[in-house]
Protein backbone atom coordinates (compact mmCIF):
# COMPACT_ATOMS: atom_id res chain seq x y z
CA UNK A 1 0.00 0.00 0.00
CA UNK A 2 2.91 2.15 0.95
CA UNK A 3 5.00 1.74 -2.43
CA UNK A 4 1.69 2.32 -4.52
CA UNK A 5 1.32 5.43 -2.78
CA UNK A 6 4.48 6.57 -3.50
CA UNK A 7 4.31 5.38 -7.28
CA UNK A 8 0.71 7.72 -7.40
CA UNK A 9 2.98 10.54 -5.81
CA UNK A 10 5.52 10.33 -8.08
CA UNK A 11 3.20 10.34 -11.27
CA UNK A 12 1.22 12.92 -10.22
CA UNK A 13 4.42 15.48 -9.59
CA UNK A 14 5.69 14.02 -13.08
CA UNK A 15 2.17 15.46 -15.36
CA UNK A 16 2.62 18.69 -13.02
CA UNK A 17 6.25 18.98 -14.30
CA UNK A 18 4.95 18.35 -17.69
CA UNK A 19 2.25 20.72 -17.62
CA UNK A 20 4.08 23.30 -17.00
CA UNK A 21 6.26 22.66 -19.15
CA UNK A 22 3.76 22.88 -21.84
CA UNK A 23 2.61 26.10 -20.45
CA UNK A 24 6.17 28.25 -21.31
CA UNK A 25 6.30 31.22 -23.41
CA UNK A 26 8.54 29.18 -26.12
CA UNK A 27 8.29 28.64 -29.81
CA UNK A 28 5.13 26.76 -30.22
CA UNK A 29 4.95 24.90 -33.83
CA UNK A 30 1.42 23.68 -33.16
CA UNK A 31 0.37 27.47 -33.23
CA UNK A 32 -0.32 29.33 -36.35
CA UNK A 33 2.28 32.54 -36.77
CA UNK A 34 0.70 36.03 -36.40
CA UNK A 35 2.26 39.16 -37.46
CA UNK A 36 2.19 42.07 -35.00
CA UNK A 37 3.84 45.56 -35.06
CA UNK A 38 4.69 47.64 -31.64
CA UNK A 39 2.71 50.50 -32.90
CA UNK A 40 0.15 51.74 -35.85
CA UNK A 41 1.50 55.15 -35.87
CA UNK A 42 4.17 57.13 -36.39
CA UNK A 43 4.96 60.72 -36.17
CA UNK A 44 8.66 60.73 -38.53
CA UNK A 45 11.47 62.65 -36.94
CA UNK A 46 13.60 61.76 -39.72
CA UNK A 47 15.88 60.09 -37.26
CA UNK A 48 16.01 56.10 -38.34
CA UNK A 49 17.30 55.33 -34.92
CA UNK A 50 13.59 56.35 -33.65
CA UNK A 51 11.78 55.61 -36.74
CA UNK A 52 11.25 51.90 -36.55
CA UNK A 53 8.49 49.19 -36.78
CA UNK A 54 9.63 46.26 -34.17
CA UNK A 55 7.74 42.77 -36.26
CA UNK A 56 7.06 40.22 -33.83
CA UNK A 57 5.35 36.59 -34.29
CA UNK A 58 2.60 37.13 -31.47
CA UNK A 59 1.79 33.27 -32.83
CA UNK A 60 3.89 30.20 -33.09
CA UNK A 61 5.38 28.23 -35.81
CA UNK A 62 7.46 30.48 -38.34
CA UNK A 63 6.24 34.19 -39.98
CA UNK A 64 7.18 34.97 -43.26
CA UNK A 65 6.64 38.08 -43.85
CA UNK A 66 7.47 40.94 -46.44
CA UNK A 67 6.24 44.90 -47.56
CA UNK A 68 3.51 44.73 -49.72
CA UNK A 69 3.39 49.07 -50.13
CA UNK A 70 5.02 51.87 -48.72
CA UNK A 71 5.74 55.88 -49.97
CA UNK A 72 8.47 56.42 -52.55
CA UNK A 73 9.59 59.11 -50.22
CA UNK A 74 10.64 56.23 -47.40
CA UNK A 75 13.55 53.13 -47.39
CA UNK A 76 13.80 50.85 -45.10
CA UNK A 77 16.12 49.06 -43.40
CA UNK A 78 15.01 45.19 -44.43
CA UNK A 79 12.19 44.44 -46.73
CA UNK A 80 10.97 40.75 -45.89
CA UNK A 81 11.95 37.95 -43.85
CA UNK A 82 11.73 34.19 -43.07
CA UNK A 83 11.36 31.98 -39.99
CA UNK A 84 10.72 34.64 -37.57
CA UNK A 85 9.87 32.56 -34.59
CA UNK A 86 7.83 33.96 -31.16
CA UNK A 87 10.47 34.70 -29.01
CA UNK A 88 11.95 36.58 -32.41
CA UNK A 89 12.13 41.03 -32.74
CA UNK A 90 12.89 42.38 -35.89
CA UNK A 91 13.70 46.32 -36.17
CA UNK A 92 12.69 47.94 -39.48
CA UNK A 93 13.97 51.25 -39.42
CA UNK A 94 13.12 53.81 -41.65
CA UNK A 95 14.99 56.20 -43.59
CA UNK A 96 12.84 59.32 -44.58
CA UNK A 97 14.50 60.79 -48.43
CA UNK A 98 13.87 64.47 -47.35
CA UNK A 99 15.51 65.33 -51.18
CA UNK A 100 12.62 64.41 -52.76
CA UNK A 101 10.51 66.26 -50.57
CA UNK A 102 9.36 69.82 -50.54
CA UNK A 103 8.35 71.38 -47.39
CA UNK A 104 5.09 70.19 -46.16
CA UNK A 105 2.45 68.04 -44.79
CA UNK A 106 2.87 64.23 -46.00
CA UNK A 107 1.25 60.81 -44.86
CA UNK A 108 1.31 57.34 -46.29
CA UNK A 109 1.32 54.03 -45.24
CA UNK A 110 3.38 50.68 -44.76
CA UNK A 111 1.45 47.42 -45.44
CA UNK A 112 2.92 44.35 -44.21
CA UNK A 113 2.11 41.19 -45.20
CA UNK A 114 2.48 37.47 -44.12
CA UNK A 115 1.53 34.32 -43.68
CA UNK A 116 -0.01 35.46 -39.92
CA UNK A 117 -1.71 38.38 -41.15
CA UNK A 118 -1.29 41.69 -42.31
CA UNK A 119 -1.01 44.78 -40.92
CA UNK A 120 -1.16 48.69 -41.95
CA UNK A 121 1.18 51.41 -39.95
CA UNK A 122 0.16 54.74 -40.85
CA UNK A 123 2.79 57.69 -41.69
CA UNK A 124 2.39 61.32 -40.68
CA UNK A 125 5.46 63.86 -41.60
CA UNK A 126 5.56 67.33 -40.86
CA UNK A 127 8.57 68.57 -43.17
CA UNK A 128 9.93 71.91 -42.11
CA UNK A 129 12.94 73.68 -42.54
CA UNK A 130 15.56 72.68 -40.04
CA UNK A 131 16.20 75.69 -37.41
CA UNK A 132 19.36 75.53 -35.45
CA UNK A 133 19.26 76.64 -31.77
CA UNK A 134 22.11 76.93 -29.07
CA UNK A 135 20.73 76.18 -25.87
CA UNK A 136 23.95 78.58 -23.96
CA UNK A 137 24.75 81.12 -25.99
CA UNK A 138 27.33 82.23 -23.65
CA UNK A 139 30.40 79.87 -21.79
CA UNK A 140 32.13 80.72 -18.53
CA UNK A 141 35.40 78.42 -18.00
CA UNK A 142 38.31 78.54 -15.71
CA UNK A 143 40.82 76.38 -14.63
CA UNK A 144 38.39 74.60 -12.38
CA UNK A 145 35.36 74.30 -14.68
CA UNK A 146 37.31 74.16 -18.22
CA UNK A 147 35.14 71.31 -19.05
CA UNK A 148 31.41 71.81 -20.68
CA UNK A 149 29.22 71.19 -23.53
CA UNK A 150 26.95 73.04 -26.40
CA UNK A 151 23.65 71.66 -26.70
CA UNK A 152 22.58 72.24 -31.02
CA UNK A 153 19.20 71.94 -31.18
CA UNK A 154 16.43 71.43 -33.90
CA UNK A 155 13.87 73.10 -33.28
CA UNK A 156 12.35 72.94 -37.14
CA UNK A 157 12.10 69.66 -39.11
CA UNK A 158 14.36 67.33 -41.44
CA UNK A 159 17.94 67.93 -41.07
CA UNK A 160 19.44 70.40 -39.22
CA UNK A 161 23.64 69.75 -40.87
CA UNK A 162 25.63 72.15 -38.52
CA UNK A 163 29.43 72.66 -38.28
CA UNK A 164 32.18 74.61 -36.01
CA UNK A 165 33.25 77.44 -38.76
CA UNK A 166 35.44 78.96 -36.34
CA UNK A 167 36.72 78.17 -32.80
CA UNK A 168 39.53 79.35 -30.42
CA UNK A 169 42.97 76.80 -31.01
CA UNK A 170 42.69 76.45 -27.41
CA UNK A 171 39.20 74.79 -27.25
CA UNK A 172 38.90 71.31 -27.85
CA UNK A 173 35.85 69.25 -29.07
CA UNK A 174 34.52 65.99 -29.39
CA UNK A 175 33.53 66.49 -32.94
CA UNK A 176 33.21 69.21 -35.63
CA UNK A 177 29.85 68.55 -37.95
CA UNK A 178 26.35 66.63 -37.41
CA UNK A 179 23.28 65.84 -37.82
CA UNK A 180 20.39 67.02 -35.07
CA UNK A 181 16.22 65.68 -36.21
CA UNK A 182 13.61 67.32 -35.74
CA UNK A 183 12.70 68.53 -31.99
CA UNK A 184 16.01 66.54 -31.02
CA UNK A 185 19.28 67.47 -29.50
CA UNK A 186 23.28 66.52 -30.26
CA UNK A 187 25.28 67.52 -27.05
CA UNK A 188 28.95 68.33 -28.15
CA UNK A 189 31.60 68.09 -25.34
CA UNK A 190 34.61 70.17 -25.28
CA UNK A 191 37.17 71.28 -23.28
CA UNK A 192 40.06 74.16 -22.65
CA UNK A 193 43.53 73.21 -23.12
CA UNK A 194 45.39 75.44 -20.41
CA UNK A 195 48.54 74.01 -21.22
CA UNK A 196 48.78 76.16 -24.31
CA UNK A 197 47.76 79.01 -22.95
CA UNK A 198 49.64 81.34 -20.74
CA UNK A 199 48.33 82.83 -17.25
CA UNK A 200 45.49 85.77 -18.03
CA UNK A 201 41.94 86.50 -19.15
CA UNK A 202 40.48 85.66 -22.50
CA UNK A 203 37.47 86.14 -24.56
CA UNK A 204 36.50 84.53 -27.93
CA UNK A 205 33.47 83.02 -29.65
CA UNK A 206 32.38 79.81 -31.59
CA UNK A 207 30.49 80.57 -34.62
CA UNK A 208 27.99 77.63 -35.74
CA UNK A 209 26.75 77.11 -39.48
CA UNK A 210 23.79 75.15 -40.44
CA UNK A 211 21.46 74.70 -43.38
CA UNK A 212 19.09 75.88 -40.90
CA UNK A 213 21.01 78.98 -39.79
CA UNK A 214 24.05 80.28 -38.44
CA UNK A 215 24.72 81.69 -35.13
CA UNK A 216 28.00 82.57 -32.29
CA UNK A 217 28.53 81.48 -28.92
CA UNK A 218 30.56 83.67 -26.53
CA UNK A 219 33.25 82.07 -24.69
CA UNK A 220 35.14 83.25 -21.43
CA UNK A 221 37.65 81.95 -19.70
CA UNK A 222 39.87 83.29 -16.78
CA UNK A 223 43.11 80.98 -16.40
CA UNK A 224 45.02 82.22 -12.94
CA UNK A 225 47.51 80.42 -10.94
CA UNK A 226 45.52 79.47 -7.55
CA UNK A 227 46.60 78.24 -3.59
CA UNK A 228 44.58 75.00 -3.67
CA UNK A 229 46.58 72.46 -2.28
CA UNK A 230 45.57 71.53 1.22
CA UNK A 231 47.99 69.09 2.90
CA UNK A 232 45.42 65.75 3.97
CA UNK A 233 42.48 67.46 2.91
CA UNK A 234 43.11 67.76 -1.18
CA UNK A 235 43.54 69.77 -4.36
CA UNK A 236 41.95 70.67 -8.04
CA UNK A 237 38.97 71.23 -6.20
CA UNK A 238 38.93 67.73 -5.08
CA UNK A 239 38.97 66.37 -1.41
CA UNK A 240 39.33 63.35 -0.47
CA UNK A 241 35.68 62.22 0.80
CA UNK A 242 34.64 62.95 -2.12
CA UNK A 243 33.04 60.63 -5.24
CA UNK A 244 34.13 60.10 -8.61
CA UNK A 245 30.26 61.39 -9.17
CA UNK A 246 31.58 64.75 -8.01
CA UNK A 247 35.02 64.89 -10.15
CA UNK A 248 32.87 63.57 -13.31
CA UNK A 249 30.85 67.06 -12.79
CA UNK A 250 33.67 69.00 -12.76
CA UNK A 251 35.59 67.70 -15.42
CA UNK A 252 33.77 65.30 -17.35
CA UNK A 253 34.76 62.19 -18.78
CA UNK A 254 38.12 60.42 -17.65
CA UNK A 255 41.09 60.08 -20.14
CA UNK A 256 41.44 56.26 -19.33
CA UNK A 257 40.41 54.21 -15.99
CA UNK A 258 40.56 51.06 -14.54
CA UNK A 259 41.36 49.19 -11.51
CA UNK A 260 43.37 46.52 -9.32
CA UNK A 261 41.74 44.20 -6.95
CA UNK A 262 44.71 43.99 -3.79
CA UNK A 263 41.46 41.76 -2.04
CA UNK A 264 38.59 39.12 -2.58
CA UNK A 265 36.02 42.23 -2.34
CA UNK A 266 38.20 45.43 -2.73
CA UNK A 267 38.59 46.88 -6.08
CA UNK A 268 41.28 50.27 -6.30
CA UNK A 269 39.86 52.44 -9.76
CA UNK A 270 42.82 54.46 -10.92
CA UNK A 271 41.07 57.36 -12.50
CA UNK A 272 43.42 59.85 -14.84
CA UNK A 273 42.77 63.16 -16.39
CA UNK A 274 45.93 63.79 -18.65
CA UNK A 275 45.38 67.07 -19.74
CA UNK A 276 44.56 68.46 -15.93
CA UNK A 277 47.81 66.79 -14.64
CA UNK A 278 44.77 64.98 -11.90
CA UNK A 279 45.04 60.83 -11.00
CA UNK A 280 42.17 59.94 -8.29
CA UNK A 281 41.76 56.78 -7.12
CA UNK A 282 38.84 55.26 -5.16
CA UNK A 283 38.46 52.16 -3.30
CA UNK A 284 34.87 49.98 -3.75
CA UNK A 285 34.13 46.90 -3.83
CA UNK A 286 32.31 46.67 -7.60
CA UNK A 287 34.68 46.60 -10.68
CA UNK A 288 32.39 49.11 -12.43
CA UNK A 289 29.63 50.47 -10.72
CA UNK A 290 31.57 52.89 -8.23
CA UNK A 291 30.38 56.45 -8.98
CA UNK A 292 29.42 56.59 -5.23
CA UNK A 293 32.93 55.70 -4.48
CA UNK A 294 34.94 58.21 -2.75
CA UNK A 295 38.16 59.60 -3.42
CA UNK A 296 40.89 58.17 -1.30
CA UNK A 297 44.24 59.31 -3.30
CA UNK A 298 45.09 62.11 -5.24
CA UNK A 299 48.00 62.30 -7.57
CA UNK A 300 48.97 65.67 -9.41
CA UNK A 301 51.38 65.59 -11.70
CA UNK A 302 52.29 68.03 -15.03
CA UNK A 303 50.24 70.04 -16.35
CA UNK A 304 48.80 70.75 -12.82
CA UNK A 305 49.60 74.21 -11.80
CA UNK A 306 47.97 74.78 -8.11
CA UNK A 307 49.44 75.78 -5.13
CA UNK A 308 50.17 74.82 -1.63
CA UNK A 309 49.58 78.24 0.99
CA UNK A 310 53.35 77.97 0.85
CA UNK A 311 53.53 78.70 -2.76
CA UNK A 312 54.75 75.39 -3.51
CA UNK A 313 53.70 73.51 -6.59
CA UNK A 314 55.00 71.38 -9.37
CA UNK A 315 58.48 72.94 -10.53
CA UNK A 316 59.50 74.08 -7.39
CA UNK A 317 63.18 73.63 -6.66
CA UNK A 318 64.22 71.08 -3.74
CA UNK A 319 65.44 74.00 -1.89
CA UNK A 320 62.64 76.02 -1.75
CA UNK A 321 60.11 72.61 -0.69
CA UNK A 322 62.98 72.46 2.30
CA UNK A 323 62.99 76.47 2.73
CA UNK A 324 58.66 76.39 3.09
CA UNK A 325 58.91 73.04 5.01
CA UNK A 326 62.26 72.17 6.79
CA UNK A 327 63.42 68.46 6.46
CA UNK A 328 60.81 66.11 5.34
CA UNK A 329 60.10 63.67 7.90
CA UNK A 330 61.09 60.49 5.85
CA UNK A 331 62.57 59.75 2.80
CA UNK A 332 61.47 57.20 0.26
CA UNK A 333 63.72 56.68 -2.71
CA UNK A 334 62.31 60.01 -4.53
CA UNK A 335 59.57 60.54 -2.30
CA UNK A 336 59.51 63.27 0.43
CA UNK A 337 57.03 62.93 3.07
CA UNK A 338 55.61 65.55 4.51
CA UNK A 339 52.68 65.63 7.05
CA UNK A 340 49.69 65.44 5.17
CA UNK A 341 51.61 65.74 1.04
CA UNK A 342 54.16 63.70 -0.34
CA UNK A 343 56.38 65.17 -2.65
CA UNK A 344 58.26 63.43 -5.36
CA UNK A 345 61.52 65.07 -5.77
CA UNK A 346 63.61 64.50 -9.09
CA UNK A 347 66.46 66.23 -10.24
CA UNK A 348 66.11 68.22 -7.49
CA UNK A 349 62.81 69.77 -8.74
CA UNK A 350 59.05 68.36 -7.68
CA UNK A 351 57.39 66.55 -10.18
CA UNK A 352 54.16 65.43 -8.58
CA UNK A 353 52.43 65.73 -5.29
CA UNK A 354 50.53 63.55 -3.59
CA UNK A 355 47.55 63.53 -1.24
CA UNK A 356 46.49 60.43 0.56
CA UNK A 357 43.73 59.34 3.26
CA UNK A 358 45.54 57.24 6.01
CA UNK A 359 43.53 54.55 5.95
CA UNK A 360 43.54 54.01 2.24
Not at 110 to 138: A, C, H, M, W
Not at 149 to 154: A, F, H
Not at 217 to 244: C, H, K, P, S
Amino acid sequence: MKNRLITIIVSAVALLIAACGDSGTGNDPEKSPALSVNRNTIELSGNPYGDRILLTNSGGGQLQWYIDEKPDWIELSNTNGLGVNSTDTVSIRIFTSFDQLDYGKYDGQIKISSNGGQVTVFLNLDYKPPQLRIENGIINLDRHYRYSELVIVNEGGGELEWQISYSPPWLQFAQDSGLVYKSQTDSLPFYAKLSELDYGEYNDKVSIKSNGGETEINVYLTYVREVEVFAGIGAANVELGDTFLMVKKLYGNPTSSGYVRPADTLFIHNVKYDYIGLDVRIKNNSPILFGNGQVGFIRLLDPYDGMTPELIGLKSSANDLIAAYGQPQQKRGSEWLYDGITYVVKNNTVSEMIIQDPDF
